[in-house]
């Protein structure tokens, strides 16, 4: 059985995590803790960052868009329309600008400061860089949510899907890097009643549930959290 390094609070390992649901691929998950950066671990892969995806043939793939891709070209291709990538290459160019704006924009923006500061720092060591969460680091990161939740507002609006009329990678990295925010309880869903709902049916999925019943040592989610009509 293939195996996937991932921690439970990378909106990377979950977007890889919801696609392997999705396509009902089985994988063993191995929870790596990426400020250890594990000799073992490096040698799988030098950058040190998460996902990593060893096949059953030992092949290792790094990354989630790398990871999402191969799996198209050897699952998602057979799927019909159940693929998460279009066969329309200008549909594949959307796709790919959302999952790039979510998985790279967003984390840079607001996902990896806030997860970091509130969750790793509280679990690394501090001659590894844990400790008190940063309150300047925390402000500006809340304070570029709402411009994201807007965004994902204007797409659910006017899409069926956030990148067309079925769902998609896209569909899956936004929900990724939200289930993070939503279960530290940042985003303020009543201001964003269009991305709310839109997140609501992608919470709802099958492939989403082992999500919802993680727990992060230390950390308790919202009361919302796990529930499907918030």
């Not at 594990?38 to 030992?58: Q, S, Y």
């Not at 079925?166 to 990295?173: E, T």
């Not at 289930?179 to 201001?191: C, F, P, R, V």
């Amino acid at each position: 059985m293939p195996v996937l390094y991932h921690h439970t609070m990378s909106s990377a390992s979950r977007f890889i995590r919801l696609v392997l649901g999705e396509y009902g691929l089985p994988v063993e998950l191995t929870e790596e803790q990426p400020w250890e950066m594990r000799k073992d671990f490096i040698k799988l892969n030098p950058a040190g960052t998460l996902p990593v995806m060893v096949d059953d043939n030992m092949r290792v793939l790094c990354g989630p868009t790398v990871i999402a891709e191969f799996l198209d070209e050897t699952s998602g291709i057979l799927k019909r329309d159940k693929r998460l990538l279009a066969e329309d290459p200008f549909q594949r160019a959307e796709i790919r600008r959302l999952v790039e704006w979510f998985l790279v924009k967003m984390e840079a923006d607001v996902t990896k400061p806030l997860v970091r500061e509130r969750i790793f720092k509280l679990q690394m060591p501090p001659t590894l860089g844990g400790g008190a969460p940063d309150s300047k680091i925390l402000r500006m990161a809340r304070g570029n949510i709402r411009q994201h939740l807007k965004y994902i507002s204007w797409l659910a609006g006017s899409r069926s899907y956030l990148a067309g009329s079925r769902l998609s990678y896209a569909d899956l990295a936004a929900a990724a890097a939200l289930s993070e925010l939503d279960y530290l309880g940042e985003i303020t869903w009543a201001e964003a009643p269009q991305a709310r709902d839109w997140y609501q049916r992608i919470k709802s999925r099958p492939s989403f549930r082992p999500l919802l019943t993680e727990r992060v040592r230390g950390v308790t989610p919202v009361s919302h959290y796990a529930d499907l009509d918030f």
